[in-house]
C-alpha cells in the first residue's frame, strides 16, 4: 500500500510538471514565439520574393536571347578578325600567359603544358609561372617542367616568391611588375588546374583588338571530373546556371559581370586603369572587375569557349572554397558600396544592377532566404499552428524559383531533388560566411588554396597501396550541420503528430540530408 502511495505521489507529480510547462510553453508561445516568428516571416517572404523576381528576370532574359540568337559574342567577326591578324604578321599583339599556383604537385604539369601549347607566334608569347610552393620538392619540379618547355622553345618564366604576401593578387601583381612584361598589351591567367585549347588565344585575343573598349574577355568553364561523384555532379549543376545564366545574361545585356578570376584575358591597360590587383579581399579578381567597370570598361563573356578544368571531390576542400566565395563578395559589398554609388563614370541603373542584383542579392540574400526560410522560419511554422504559413510562399514560390536556378544543366535535371537538399545544406556554411564577410570578423582573410587531384585521385583507386589513411572521425563531423538536422528532425516528428499539412515529409529529408552532411559522408572518400 505504501509502494503504491508513493508511486501516485510521483505520476502527480510529474503530471504536475508537465502540466506546467505546457502552460508556460503555450503562454510563451503566444506571447513570444508567435510575434518573432512573424516578423521572420515577413522578412523571408520579402527576400524570397526578391530572390524569384531576381530568378525571373534572368530566365526571361536569356530566353530572348536564345530565341533571337543574340548572344553578345556572335555579333562579332571572329574569323575575320583573326585572318585580319594572320595577314600582318609584323603586328600580332605581345601576349603574357601567367599561371599562379601553390603546392600543386597533382596538376602543374597539365597547366604548364596546356598553356606551353598554345598557339600564338612564339616570340610574341610569354609564359609567367607563378610558383608561391612552400615544399621545396615541388618548387624543384615546377621548375624542372618550365625549363623542360624552355628548352623546346617556349619562353617560359619561372617566379618564386620568398613570401605569400598577397596570396593570388600579391603574385599576379608582382608578375606583371617584371621588366620584360613591358612590352605586353594582353594577360591570360590560368589556375593550376586549368587546360586551355591551343586555340584559345585566336579566340579571345580578337575581341580585345577589334573593340578597344574591351577590358576582359571570359571564358566558359567545362568540368572534367564532374562524374565523379554526386557532389561533383551538384556542384556542375550550380556553376553551369552561373555561367550559361548569369554571365551571358551580364555580357548579352551590356551589365556588370565578374571576372571569375581565371579562363579570361584582361587588357593590361585595364588592370594599370583600374588600380592593379588589391589583396583587400579573398576576391580578388571580383574587386578588379568592379573597379575596372567603374573606370568604363566592359566585358564580354564568349559561352562557346570552354576550359576544362576541376571541381573539388572533397568536402573539406569544397567547403573551405564556399567560405572564401561567400565571404569575399559579402566583405568586398562592405567595402565597395559607397565608392560605387558616388562613382560618376556610370549610370545609376548600372549602380543599382551591380549593387542590388549583383551583390545585394545574388551574393547576400541568396544565401540568407535559403538557410534562415527554408530550414529555420518555414520548420518552426509547421510546430506554432498560430503562425499561417501560405502554401504560395512556402512551396510554389521556392518550387518555381528552384527551377529557374536549376535549368543550366540539363543532364541532371533528374538530381533536382539532391540538388535542393545540398543546397539547403550549404548554406549554413554559406550565410555564416557572408556574415562573417558583412562584419570583417575572424576568417574574414581566409585563403585556403582549393586543393586538386588530377589524375592522382584515379590512379590511388586503381592502386590501393597509394592510398593514404582516411581523416579521422573528428574532422568529418561537422557541428553546425548536426545541430540543425535535429532541429528539423524535431520540427518533422511534431508536424507528423499533430498537423495535417505533410509539410513532415520536407523535414525529414532536409533533416537526413543535413546528418549526412554532419557526419562526412559527402564527396569523394579522402586519401
Known sequence: MRNTFHEETEMRASSNIAGKLTDLWQEKRVTVVVPILTVALYICVAMSIMLFIERLYMTCVILGIKFLGKKRYTMYRLNALKEEVEKKKKEYPKVLVQIPMYNEREVYKLSIGAVCALSWPSQCLIVQVLDDSTNKSIRDMVQAECEKWSSKGVNVMYENRDNRSGYKAGALREGLQKEYVRDCKFVAIFDADFQPDDKFLWKTIPYLLENPELGLVQAKWKFVNADECLMTRLQEMSLDYHFNVEQEVGSSTYQFFGFNGTAGVWRIEAINDAGGWKDRTTVEDMDLAVRASLKGWKFIYVGDLPVKNELPSTFKTFRFQQHRWSCGPANLFKKMTKEIIFCERVSIWKKIQVVYAFFFVRKIIAHWVTFLFYCVVIPACTVVPEVYLPKLV??????????????????????????????????????????????????????????????????????????????????????????????????????????????????????????????????????
Open 394 to 527: 512556402a512551396i510554389y514560390i521556392p518550387a518555381i524559383t528552384t527551377l529557374l536556378n536549376s535549368g543550366g544543366t540539363k543532364r541532371s535535371l533528374h538530381l533536382i531533388v539532391f540538388w535542393i537538399l545540398f543546397e539547403n545544406v550549404m548554406s549554413l556554411h554559406r550565410s555564416k560566411a557572408a556574415l562573417i564577410g558583412l562584419l570583417e570578423a575572424n576568417r574574414v582573410n581566409e585563403w585556403v588554396v582549393t586543393e586538386k587531384l588530377g589524375n592522382a585521385n584515379r590512379q590511388r583507386q586503381s592502386n590501393p597501396r597509394l592510398t593514404k589513411k582516411r581523416q579521422c572521425l573528428g574532422e568529418r563531423i561537422h557541428m553546425g550541420e548536426i545541430c540543425v538536422g535535429i532541429y528539423l528532425l524535431i520540427c518533422a516528428i511534431i508536424n507528423m503528430r499533430l498537423r495535417n499539412d505533410h509539410f513532415f515529409v520536407y523535414l525529414y529529408m532536409q533533416s537526413a540530408a543535413f546528418f549526412i552532411v554532419g557526419f562526412g559522408y559527402v564527396g569523394a572518400t579522402p586519401n
